[in-house]
């Protein structure tokens, strides 16, 4: 077949009309694509908000922190490192050495081990650092939170107040310590200038040890009536007639709160002591600070 013999065969196939035109391609216009980066950078800072809460300000020695303090990050110090950490919302956090912090979130840190000193200039509540057994709230303070290795730890209140949540809650004010036990039971709050003894043998009250309420007793002063108010939670029957005999030497009770109601005890038997009780340990109310260093 020659090449004439092939067109004449393949005419029946030929577009006979005109081309038809292709849509053309609509130029976008540079505002909209400025709007639209706007607004995936206005999306991306959104969804990064609990992330920007917590920056690092200084940095001592070799200690691992990442660049971005996002929740669920850790940060660790060594034996010779410390690290400081800040807030807008919140204040300042320094980690001592040999310590390990996880970031929850931006009002929420947790004390894996080591210790932390923070100041907060924050609301009432808003703060929160958990242990593996307790749970501190800020209520306005300053404070020093140490972990150990068994998950037990110690809280010491510098200015303000501090609350303490595990297995009952411990109010702990300024000037005052409370120990953490490795099973979550929590001690009253001990004033700091008490008596060694007297510190030593409330905390082992507190963590069950019945023999050294005597002790306890003995050594109070009215300063620590607080510690004494506190301790009804953890008494049993018999002891909290001898806890209420001897914080009425120190604080006389109101007609309230007679002897005999503490044979229907509840947490809420005592609230009517509780203004006397503060105001013979030298506590004030609790009030927010102003200003953190």
Known sequence: ?????????????????AMPEL????????????????LAIGVILFEMRPL????????????????LLRPGVVVTTGSASRVRLQSEEIGTVDIAEKTSLRVIGRHRLALVSGTIHAWTTSPPGLFVVDTPRARAIDLGCEYVLSVGADGGGLLRVLTGWVSLDAYGESLVPQGARAAISSDGRLSAPIFEDAPLAFQQAVERYSFGSSGDLSTVLTLARQRD?????NLFRVATA????RIYDRLNELVPAP????????????????DPWWPDVLK????????????AP
């Open 280 to 291: 013979a340990s030298g506590v004030t109310s609790i009030k927010k600070k102003k200003r």
């Open 1 to 17: 077949m020659n090449e004439e013999r092939l067109q004449e065969l393949l005419s029946v196939y030929r577009h006979r009309g």
């Open 255 to 270: 007609p309230q709160v007679p002897r005999d109601a503490l044979l229907n005890w509840t947490i809420m038997t005592v």
């Open 23 to 38: 849509p053309r391609r609509r130029r976008v216009k540079p505002w909209l694509i400025a709007a639209a980066a706007i």
């Open 225 to 229: 009536a607080l510690t004494l108010i």
């Open 238 to 241: 018999e002891d909290r007639f």
């Open 52 to 67: 920007m809460g917590w920056r690092v300000t200084e940095v001592a020695g070799s200690a691992r922190v990442p660049w």
